[in-house]
């Protein structure tokens, strides 16, 4: 490790110029792949980190936290970022969010990558990696989990009450008289491996248990993709094959988007024939047609929540405390696909 590296040294090691550097510190994306890479590897070989900013050349910090999620396309992730970004402007933090596409290389990369030396901490949310990859989250630098795919790690975690929300949201259809309620998103046989699909799967099932309703499987339809595409699909499914079902929760709610339009392409009437509920309360819910009641998982919480669990291990001095572990609490938001308006 050389100590008080400058721009000048890593373009020095790299031979390229100090401009080259700078571009690539600031990622433009004119820039080969070899002389990049050149780039990065002195960067790790001389521990350098760039002064983004007077507060950095004081304190030796970015003022910037990373935020890798897996697809801003999905509206949960996308309006997460905008919660975390709202949050962390209000502590001075800037927000450099990177799209993993749900890619497990790309995942693991942002765990270990060059960008993490511009940072002063990261906020990541995995789909990929699981619980065998609990390891890569031991990590030399302020990490705060997002998510259901690793539990008791080595790093602060934020997750969801996914079990209890969705046994919840389906005691709710339960509570208007329905009792053949389908599932999207899921499949029964998909291990005991911990994500967001299997948890919602098992509240599912708890809450058909408790009410005394057989599990019948030809209601449990899974999608690889939670998307609208994917909810009308598996909705169109179950009414060519002519499945009964007087009620459906489709895994998050653009699922339930979707589901909604194939139900009304079918003529069938919501919440009269058949009551729908979806997961994550994106704010599209409310202003469908009809609007869709849903499952919060209290998305403005757990911004809130993992940025000032950052900002504290980014904070922190002396001996580390113990990973913690936090769940905000969920809501049912009813609306008038289920036969209520909670919001009116």
């Known amino acids: 490790m050389a100590v008080g590296s ?32 050149r780039v990065l590897q002195a960067i790790e070989q001389l521990d350098y980190r760039p002064n983004l900013s007077a507060r950095g050349l004081r304190s ?7 935020l890798a999620v897996p697809a801003l396309r999905e509206n949960y992730f996308a309006e997460l970022a905008d919660s975390i970004i709202r949050e962390a402007e209000t502590r001075g933090l800037g927000v450099l969010v990177e799209q ?13 990558g060059g960008r993490l030396r511009f940072m002063d901490g990261l906020l990541f949310s995995p789909v990929s990696l699981g619980q065998a990859d609990v390891d890569a989250l031991n990590v ?24 209890s929300a969705a046994r919840a949201a389906v005691e709710h259809l339960v509570s208007i008289g329905r009792r053949r309620i389908a599932l999207i998103g899921a499949e029964l046989d998909a291990g005991d491996e911990a994500s967001s ?5 098992r509240g599912y099932r708890q809450a058909l248990e408790r009410a005394g309703i057989p599990l019948d499987p030809a209601l449990v339809r899974p999608s690889a993709h939670w998307s609208r595409t994917a909810g009308a699909a598996a909705t169109r499914q ?39 509920v979806g997961f994550d309360n ?33 904070n922190e001095k002396g001996e580390p405390r113990p990973p913690r572990t936090v769940q905000p609490e969920f809501r049912i938001v009813r609306r008038e696909s289920t036969g209520f308006s909670d919001e009116s």
Do not use: W
Not at 289 to 307: F, H
């Open 100 to 112: 993993t596409s749900g890619d497990r290389d790309a995942e693991l990369r942002t765990v270990s």
């Open 238 to 276: 179950l009414l060519q094959e002519s499945v009964p079902f007087d009620a459906i929760f489709t895994l998050n709610d653009t699922l339930g988007l979707g589901a909604l339009r194939a139900l009304g392409e079918a003529g069938i009437s919501v919440p009269e024939q058949v009551a729908l």
């Open 60 to 66: 030796g910090r970015t003022g910037v936290i990373g």
């Open 197 to 201: 699909s299997t948890l919602r799967l």
């Open 6 to 37: 400058t721009m000048h040294d890593v373009a020095r090691i790299a031979g390229v110029s100090v401009k080259t550097v700078s571009n690539v510190v600031n990622d433009y994306p004119h820039v080969s792949p070899g002389t990049r890479s």
């Open 140 to 163: 030399g630098f302020p990490l705060v989990l997002l998510g259901e795919r690793i539990f008791d790690g080595p790093t602060d975690h934020v997750a969801m009450h996914n079990v």
């Open 282 to 314: 994106i704010d599209e819910a409310q202003y469908s047609v009809p609007s869709l009641t849903s499952v919060d998982p209290g998305r403005e919480q757990i911004a809130a929540l993992a940025v000032e669990m950052l900002v504290e291990r980014i």
